[in-house]
Each structure stands twice: as structure tokens, then as C-alpha cells.
T-cell receptor
């Protein structure tokens, strides 16, 4: 079957750095995606990894290790507006989403 | 980029009533289309997936059905809603890279 795991909740302080981990076991792999979702809204695309390594995009970076079935999303210089759920997704021919990690940024 | 139109934004329906949610896509052709459901505080559950007109894959047995009558139109339906059908329904589309989402429909079955 398909299995994508993420921590349920995380808390961090404004200005800090936080790393959100994702492990996956899926039949088929065509890329690992991270989405941000604020409560009651649709998910928005953050980053995409198809090869091993780190992809940096401003305050957000994402890492992938295909051999380990592992990815993380790194958020730097946290801001209050970063409080949201972060969804890890694997694209096969379709998209399979993880349960999401609810991040709370405290002042 | 792609734009996903999904309506209505909110819906309150009695148990046993029918349902029809519509999603249309602009800015691409022959997209993959998806219907997801999200329970409060939970992740996205894939309900239906379509690679083309009339081609629908169902991920979980349920009270819902989907149809794709046109290339960029995807419809989620039910003949008789259950209380357990309440949730946040999201339509999504992708071609080669990331998935784009509609704004979602919050369905409450009472």
C-alpha cells in the first residue's frame, strides 16, 4: 500500500528555524512535493524535488533522499504567517498526500 | 499557469439529498484531475482521479461518484448524502509538475 508519514504537530518561535520531516513508501515515484495550507483554504505549492539533494527557495528549502524514502522541509527566519499545515505529497501517476504537519509559530 | 474553478464554496445539505460539485480548469489541456476530501484537521484523502474524458479511477469505496464529461470539467456527485460525507472537498489538476487546487467546497450534511 501507500504510506506517507509526517509529525502531526510542531511548535517553533518567531525567527527560528524548523525542519518538518516526511517519510514515504509508495509504489512509483515521480517527485516529492511540499504544500502549505492555511486553515480553511486550499493548499498552495511550495517546492518540488525529483532528484536527491537540497532545493532552496528563499526562506524555504526542501531535501530529498530517494534511497531512504525521506524528505524534509526547512523553514528559516520563521514568521507568524508561517503558522499553517505543511503537506508532503508523492507524485506517481497521481498525487498521494501525507496527513500534514500543523506548525504553530509563537511570538 | 492553471486556474481551477470550483463551486459552491460552502454547502449545507440534508441527509439523503443529492449532491453535485463542479470543477473546471483553465490554462491547460488534457490535465489529470482529482477530487480530494479533507476532514477537519486531517490530510487529503484521494477520492477520484481522472486521466481523460470518461476515465475515472476510484481510490476508496464510498457513497460518491465522479464524472468527466469534458476535458476540463470534473464533477463529484452523490445520489443520497450521508452524515459522514461532511468535509472539505478539493478539486485539483496537474499536467507535468505540481498540482493546482481549487478553493474548495465546505460541505456540511445535517
Amino acid at each position: 500500500g501507500q504510506n506517507i508519514d509526517q509529525p502531526t504537530e510542531m511548535t517553533a518561535t518567531e525567527g527560528a528555524i524548523v525542519q518538518i520531516n516526511c517519510t514515504y513508501q509508495t509504489s512509483g515515484f515521480n517527485g516529492l512535493f511540499w504544500y502549505q495550507q492555511h486553515a480553511g483554504e486550499a493548499p498552495t505549492f511550495l517546492s518540488y524535488n525529483v532528484l536527491d539533494g537540497l532545493e532552496e527557495k528563499g526562506r524555504f528549502s526542501s531535501f530529498l533522499s530517494r534511497s531512504k524514502g525521506y524528505s524534509y522541509l526547512l523553514l528559516k527566519e520563521l514568521q507568524m504567517k508561517d503558522s499553517a499545515s505543511y503537506l508532503c505529497a508523492v507524485r506517481r501517476s497521481d498525487f498521494v498526500f501525507g496527513p500534514g504537519t500543523r506548525l504553530s509559530v509563537l511570538p | 499557469s492553471q486556474t481551477i474553478h470550483q463551486w459552491p464554496a460552502t454547502l449545507v445539505q440534508p441527509v439523503g439529498s443529492p449532491l453535485s460539485l463542479e470543477c473546471t480548469v483553465e490554462g491547460t489541456s488534457n490535465p489529470n484531475l482529482y477530487w480530494y476530501r479533507q476532514a477537519a484537521g486531517r490530510g487529503l484523502q484521494l477520492l477520484f482521479y481522472s486521466v481523460g474524458i470518461g476515465q475515472i479511477s476510484s481510490e476508496v469505496p464510498q457513497n460518491l461518484s465522479a464524472s468527466r464529461p469534458q476535458d476540463r470539467q470534473f464533477i463529484l456527485s452523490s445520489k443520497k448524502l450521508l452524515l459522514s460525507d461532511s468535509g472539505f472537498y478539493l478539486c485539483a489538476s496537474n499536467r507535468e509538475t505540481e498540482a493546482f487546487f481549487g478553493q474548495g467546497t465546505r460541505l456540511t450534511v445535517v
